[in-house]
Nanobody, 117 residues
Framework: MPQLRESGGGSVQSGGSLRLSCVAS?????MGWYRQTPSHQREGIAS??????KYAESVKGRFTISQDSRKRTLYLQMNDLKPEDTAMYYC???????????????WGKGTQVTVSA
């Protein structure tokens, strides 16, 4: 299973933007972004398979998932960030295309995103 390493998290004000990156040590079938807070279970927010993408309703229209296959790098462009987007963000390699945590075969260590009002 590939090793995954996220970067790009940080602190921004509400309405701001961040771009997360995730470098994989090997190619994967599909990849996704998940997030988790101390009070909520880990949830899938975006996944990609080739040119197909899926998004959770909570981020649709604000977040964009993309990938550079040559660089084995996954991206998450996050615009119009809200305080409720505050979470630890993880990338994952997926055995199936979708948002379920059950599809994940390997996880990165995560990168923290904090959005202040």
């Amino acid at each position: 299973m590939p090793q995954l390493r996220e970067s790009g998290g940080g602190s921004v004000q509400s309405g701001g933007s961040l771009r997360l990156s995730c470098v994989a040590s090997a190619s994967t079938y599909s990849m996704g972004w998940y997030r988790q807070t101390p009070s909520h279970q880990r949830e899938g927010i975006a996944s990609i398979l080739g040119t197909q993408t899926k998004y959770a309703e909570s981020v649709k229209g604000r977040f964009t998932i993309s990938q550079d296959s040559r660089k084995r790098t996954l991206y998450l462009q996050m615009n119009d960030l809200k305080p409720e987007d505050t979470a630890m963000y993880y990338c994952a390699s997926l055995a199936s295309f979708g948002l379920s945590v059950n599809y994940a075969t390997n996880w990165g260590k995560g990168t923290q995103v904090t959005v202040s009002a």
